[in-house]
């Protein structure tokens, strides 16, 4: 370990044993543990947040589109149903 790692980990337990880390924001949230570049400058970082919301809206998107499907098949079924029901006395 170098010196600035074995000052940062040193001062870090510190704070955690006087309560300085007790109450931040965020607490009991889970962290976010994708993985970023810190040489990477702001715009870039931008860009691959908005990558990821983009990705995950499409996959939301996509969920959709099957559920509604799915929900169209069983109307359409519902619909005979009643028809053949209707047309036997």
């Known amino acids: 370990m170098n010196a600035l790692?074995?000052?940062g980990?040193?001062?870090i337990a510190q704070a955690v044993q006087e309560?300085?880390?007790d109450?931040?924001?965020g607490a009991g949230r889970p962290l976010d543990l994708t993985v970023r570049d810190g040489?990477?400058?702001a715009q870039a970082r931008l860009g691959l947040q908005l990558l990821?919301?983009?990705r995950r809206v499409r996959t939301d998107a996509a969920q959709d589109q099957r559920e509604r499907a799915v929900l169209r098949l069983l109307w359409?079924?519902?619909l005979s149903r009643q028809r053949r029901n209707s047309s036997n006395p």
Do not use: Q, V
């Open 5 to 7: 790692a074995f000052i």
């Open 9 to 11: 980990e040193t001062r």
């Open 19 to 21: 309560g300085k880390l």
């Open 23 to 25: 109450n931040l924001p």
């Open 39 to 41: 040489a990477l400058e």
């Open 52 to 54: 990821d919301r983009a």
């Open 76 to 78: 359409a079924k519902a």
